[in-house]
T-cell receptor, first 111, second 114 residues
Framework: DQQVKQNSPSLSVQEGRISILNCDYT??????FLWYKKYPAEGPTFLIS?????DKNEDGRFTVFLNKSAKHLSLHIVPSQPGDSAVYFC??????????FGPGTRLSVLP | DTGVSQDPRHKITKRGQNVTFRCDPI?????LYWYRQTLGQGPEFLTY????????KSRLLSDRFSAERPKGSFSTLEIQRTEQGDSAMYLC????????????FGAGSRLTVL
């Protein structure tokens, strides 16, 4: 039973345009969400987070939106750069428990 | 601060052999986690330590797996009698107790069981 889903295995975007990565979850008790980025041969790197009490968090080119009623969050990257090409993981946590990760979406930003 | 270090980066072994992975967390981080990642999947939680105490173990951690963190610093993950299904990337992560919401991962140890 996959509690965190990323239904798009891959996404291609032109440099300078917006990248939107989606994540759906099934557990309504999740209260904190993270996005990680992973380059080949490296471990995942923390990107941005959002608490369930908020619906938006912004950090430079990265914005995460949370829609609790739809159990959906999305990561927006504007503008996309070739260096953003990586696998992006969504992760969610229920208070007191460990993070559950989605399967990841591979983003390719084309020059 | 050199980040989270894992050793070896890649291990190839024959089925039935034992393997051990080591993780050195960031020095001031008192929580240490082990995750496993297989192809096409996200990291799956295995176990975590707060200082030297192992506080939680996933059902994924069979009896053939054992993890230790004897002095609350580095940790080892041992897999006994390896099986082909154990082939995966084993990721270590660490965090401070007061910032447990962000995990810092190492580059991982890739295990291939022939």
């Amino acid at each position: 039973d996959q509690q965190v889903k990323q239904n798009s295995p891959s996404l291609s975007v032109q440099e300078g345009r917006i990248s939107i990565l989606n994540c759906d979850y099934t557990n309504s008790m999740f209260d904190y969400f993270l996005w990680y980025k992973k380059y080949p041969a490296e471990g995942p790197t923390f990107l941005i987070s959002i608490s369930s009490i908020k619906d938006k968090n912004e950090d430079g080119r990265f914005t995460v939106f949370l829609n609790k009623s739809a159990k959906h969050l999305s990561l927006h990257i504007v503008p996309s750069q070739p260096g953003d090409s990586a696998v992006y993981f969504c992760a969610a946590r229920h208070y007191g428990q460990n993070f559950v990760f989605g399967p990841g979406t591979r983003l390719s930003v084309l020059p | 601060d050199t980040g989270v270090s894992q050793d070896p980066r890649h291990k190839i072994t024959k089925r039935g052999q034992n393997v051990t992975f080591r993780c050195d967390p960031i020095s001031e981080h008192n929580r240490l986690y082990w995750y496993r990642q297989t192809l096409g999947q996200g990291p799956e939680f295995l176990t975590y330590f707060q200082n030297e105490a192992q506080l939680e173990k996933s059902r994924l951690l069979s009896d053939r797996f054992s993890a230790e963190r004897p002095k609350g610093s580095f940790s080892t993950l041992e897999i006994q009698r390896t099986e082909q299904g154990d082939s995966a990337m084993y990721l270590c992560a660490s965090s401070k107790r007061d910032t447990v919401l962000v995990l810092t991962f190492g580059a991982g140890s890739r295990l291939t069981v022939l």
